[in-house]
Nanobody
Framework: QVRLVESGGGLVQAGGSLRLSCAAS????????MGWFRQAPGKEREFVVG????????YYADAVKGRFTISRDNAKNTFYLHMNSLKPDDTAVYYC???????????????WGQGTQVTVSS
């Protein structure tokens, strides 16, 4: 089992940037794909981005392509979500996730982070 602890998030104006962090721990992390999902009020949880510990392949949701970037620090077992050009529609609780299949889907996620709120004001 992979344990995920998130940090980051907060309130930002439209056009601004934020960075989320996800620290992973567990006996064996290599077989897992890592990523981020988000859930806006009144909406279903949706995929944002997924990648491997090698960085290949990486998949982005169309809604965030060109604005969000996932990076990793393998020495720290930590993933980051760099969010630029934020829009009010990006307001959601963001969840770090780990699963054994790519692309990541809600049905195949093994572990979830606790979630962190991102609010983008207009």
């Amino acid at each position: 089992q992979v344990r995920l602890v998130e940090s980051g998030g907060g309130l930002v104006q439209a056009g601004g940037s934020l960075r989320l962090s996800c620290a992973a721990s567990g006996r064996t992390l290599g077989p897992y794909y890592m990523g981020w999902f988000r859930q806006a009020p009144g909406k279903e949880r949706e995929f944002v981005v997924g990648t491997s510990w090698s960085g290949v392949p990486t998949y982005y949701a169309d809604a965030v392509k060109g604005r969000f970037t996932i990076s990793r620090d393998n020495a720290k077992n930590t993933f980051y979500l760099h969010m630029n050009s934020l829009k009010p529609d990006d307001t959601a609780v963001y969840y770090c996730a780990a699963g054994r299949r790519q692309p990541l889907t809600i049905a195949t996620i093994d572990s979830w982070g606790q979630g962190t709120q991102v609010t983008v004001s207009s």
